[in-house]
């Protein structure tokens, strides 16, 4: 069972079906480029979707996209039953994006209050948000150090204050841009631990990216982008054994060799 904020409108009893995010034929241009090309692909919820690709494929595009931050979209893009950017998505996704984004001179505890607050207003809601403000703390491991100024932290310890923010609230869809870089690998195991917990026991939709293909192998399913487009989206089993590879990485580089021969097929019939 979801919490909800007072004051979020509750989804209709149909939308509690919908995939935590659905596109069709989703475009977006920035600049002069076209940076997306008429992908379609769906995130289901309760579980851990992988966005993977390597560096300037799109993948920060398409999450800013399904958040709501990104001019130039055109085609279909359905976050948690509703268009992507409509009002009533705000408490109910999470999002971190790659620059942590805490008050330097405030503590882990103090920062956390502030996007409570601003979430959850009002006195009569004081000791709700209190909770939350806790439990988000625990959930990224920062009890020890919830009186630290943030601006005393390591950058792994303040990315994870980022993430802490993103939990209040319990969302739906938590959207983390590439949540791990730069974490060491006990941490970055426990992150996936908790990543699986949240879709498990809340049923929270997620939809992470990597470009580090070994964190593919820790995903329920896969979406795997290249130049703009899905190259693929299964689950790793299915990926590993559509191209008789033994990992995630044989299997993208078995697919981005099949993209680049048929679109050399391509030219040479033109
Ligand atoms: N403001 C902009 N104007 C024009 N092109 C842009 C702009 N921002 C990003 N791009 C281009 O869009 C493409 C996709 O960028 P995006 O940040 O989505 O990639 P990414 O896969 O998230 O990369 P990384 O893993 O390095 O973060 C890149 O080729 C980038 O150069």
Redesign the pocket.
């Known amino acids: 069972m979801m919490n909800y904020f007072s004051g979020t409108p509750r989804p209709d009893p149909g939308e509690e079906e919908s995939p935590a995010v659905r596109a069709r034929d989703l475009t977006v241009v920035?600049?002069?480029?076209t940076?997306l090309r008429g992908l379609g692909f769906t995130v289901p919820r309760g579980q851990v979707t992988g966005l993977l690709?390597?560096?300037?494929?799109?993948?920060?595009?398409?999450?800013?996209a399904v958040v709501g931050t990104q001019a130039k979209v055109t085609g279909t893009l359905d976050v948690l039953g509703l268009p992507a950017g409509h009002p009533a998505l705000r408490t109910r996704i999470g999002y971190v994006t790659?620059a942590p984004s805490v008050y330097d001179d405030l503590s882990v505890r103090q920062n956390l209050d502030y996007f409570a607050a601003i979430l959850d207003p009002g006195r009569a809601s004081a000791d709700r948000r209190r909770d939350h403000v806790t439990r988000a703390i625990a959930d990224v491991d920062l009890t020890p150090h919830a009186d630290a100024l943030a601006g005393n932290l390591s950058g792994g310890q303040r990315s994870r204050v980022s993430l802490a923010v993103a939990l209040l609230g319990a969302p739906e869809l938590l959207v983390l841009?590439?949540p791990t870089v730069g974490l060491d690998p006990v941490l970055r195991r426990d992150l996936w631990q908790l990543f699986h917990a949240l879709a498990a026991d809340r049923g929270a939709g997620l939809l992470i990216?990597s470009?580090v293909m070994d964190e593919a192998e820790r995903c329920d399913r896969l979406l795997l982008?290249r130049a703009?487009e899905i190259l693929a989206d299964g689950t790793p089993d299915a990926l590993r054994t559509g191209t008789g590879s033994d990992t995630v990485e044989a299997a993208f580089l078995h697919l981005v060799d099949e993209a680049a021969a048929a679109s050399r097929t391509k030219e040479t019939s033109r």
């Open positions: 920035r600049g002069p480029r940076v690709g390597p560096s300037g494929c799109g993948k920060s595009t398409l999450m800013r790659q841009d590439e990216s470009h982008m703009g």
